[in-house]
């Protein structure tokens, strides 16, 4: 499992590896927010902590249709399917490097792209934190999206189709923790939420994309 | 290396809702390989990957199938890698360590670092083939391997494949046209055409 | 009919109105899906028995 | 005979053809009845004034919008399971129905809801689940369409319907949370009337057997076709094979 973790790390660095894809794409949306709402920062501090939530929950999906398709198209896929390693924990070797190449990252910018959209300062910490928790289930998730879709052409728009509504648990409790963060309010349940959904996804959902991987090598 | 025969039998395999051959059976001891012979699309590649275990078999019983390992003609290269790196990421996920004889073996020890986009295709197909070498398994289960290869290099595969492969106690599948200089059985598909009146696969006979 | 219903006449037709539509698109739909596929069936049934 | 004998697609074909149109013919019948019956003989509710009679829509079309999924669910573990493929197309069958339902639980439910939010959608709990619940729908709907081979369509979206039902569920109390996270609780979300005064009850019961026998129709006649479009697909191969065999050479 650690020699594909560290395989696709390795790829996703190099040159076109897309690394640096979910970032930008990550800054971009943020900075679109205020061309559209106006420079209002009372506005934007308050839609702020569920916007960066938002564009980061956007900026996890672009990656994926990438994440079995490389293997997929040179024909690697098979050997892989042989190996000694259970699909189970290849799929959960993909999920984390989507996850150390967009996930992370993305966790680690949010606070810096705050100030974009005037979120106050007091607001990094429970920010951070609830991406932290929540961006391996959005990876998790994803890696299901992207196993169920690996046969189909032109599957990156179905597999947003079948993804999204997927992360919607995830968005309400992260963005609701970074928001009461923001506001000084006291966390309640939203922390251990996310916690748990993460956790579940992390328990259940490798053995879904494992069979559905099953069914795409027939 | 040694281990349990290959066997087969009365396996018959699908595709898309047909069935492609039916009652094939043969066994395979250690430090042998079969030629899989037969027109395009009567069933090879299927057969592969139903010995690999890819794919369910319509019929039929395979035992000793282990430790297979299946390879189409795309050689899974990963451009952006070097060439050691691919080499030493396959043999790491298959628990092993790349020892550098693979290089040499196939003639890349000259374009080791060199990032695998940059080979000529003879050369990329050369690497794909290496990975078979680098993983060490004892089933080798090859779909064309030697497409896009000059005469040389399919020398020098046949060679290991005779020596170091078939040699250590390995066992090779491989469908192919070309003669790779193993004095190998051949089997013919075409003799186990499954016939039209054949029941239906893939589901379809619950339909008809 | 509308004073039967009172002030909210407007909201009940159209709820009903557009309930029925979209049942009646769903039955209409499934009537040429069942059409089509009696068509397709007898066709094949016919050249292949 | 055990109930897997229905398992059989010809014998499903054979036994449900002289059903469905009883079971339509009926289902219109409870419809038309509780129509009438509802709208007409119930007097109007002191508050909402006839507004409460959008009843007989939203309550048995969210019924049903929540069960065609969860028939769903048991469609594709038991394809899974016994590799039936009549439950499976089944599965596939009830989707469009469904997700129908739950347009129909949306639509209404907004309309009812105007006169107390002043505005069709004011992000009631009860009426984002159920939108939630139609992206579940199209996405399922969307993977059956995007894969060629039957046999890995139904695996593909049992999956999906199994991973999905677990996320609806967690949607459901994710929404729950979030709602009562932004204002305090919509005033009167639908939720909270589920007390039915016993002379609306009796036209419910009857638009709810009508909108149960409807569904059920309606499935029982798509399977059929997509049982139809199988067979018309399987016979193709079998003649496909057959011209190969003879020529000699594989298609």
Redesign the interface.
Known sequence: M???L??DL??AV????GFGLGLAFFLIVVVLVPFGLGPDRALLSSIAPGMLWVAALLAALLTLDRLFA??HE???L????????PLEGLVAAKAAAHWLTTGLPLTLAAPLLGPLLALPPGAWPWLLASLAIGTPALSLIGT?GAA??I??RR?GL?LS??V???Y??TL??GA?MA??GAAGLPIG??LP?LAA?TLGCLA??PF?AA??LR???? | MTGPVLRVAGLCVARGGRRLVEGVSFDLAPGHALILRGPNGIGKTTLLRTLAGLQPPEAGEITGAEEAAYASHADGVKAALTVTENLAFWAELYGRELDSAVLTTFDLAGLAERPAGTLSSGQRRRLGLARMAAIGRRLLLLDEPTVSLDAASVARFGHWLAEAHLGGGGMAVIATHIDLGLEAPALDLSAFRASAEAAPAGGDEAFL | MTGLLGDYAGEVISAYIVSLALIGGLVWLSALQARRARKQLKRAESRHG | MSLWEYANPKKFTETVTPLIPWVLGLAAICLVASLIWGVFFTPEDYRQGATVKIIYLHVPSALMAINAWFMMLVASLIWLVRRHHVSALAAKAAAPVGMVMVLIAIATGAIWGKPMWGTYWAWDPRLTSFLILFLFYLGYMALWAAVDDADTAADLTSVLCIVGSVFAVLSRYAVLFWNQGLHQGASLSLDAEEHVADVFYYPLLVSIAGFVLLFLGLVLLRTRSEIALRRAAALDRRAEARAAATTGEPA
């Open positions: 650690r020699a594909l560290l395989r390795r790829l190099r040159a076109g590896g490389l293997d040179d024909g690697a098979p050997l892989l399917a042989t190996a000694p390693l299901f169920l879709t046969g189909i599957g179905l189709l079948i999204l509504p997927l919607v648990p309400i409790f609701e928001r009461r349940a939203a939420m959904l259940l959902l879904a069979a559905a069914v795409n090598l027939r």
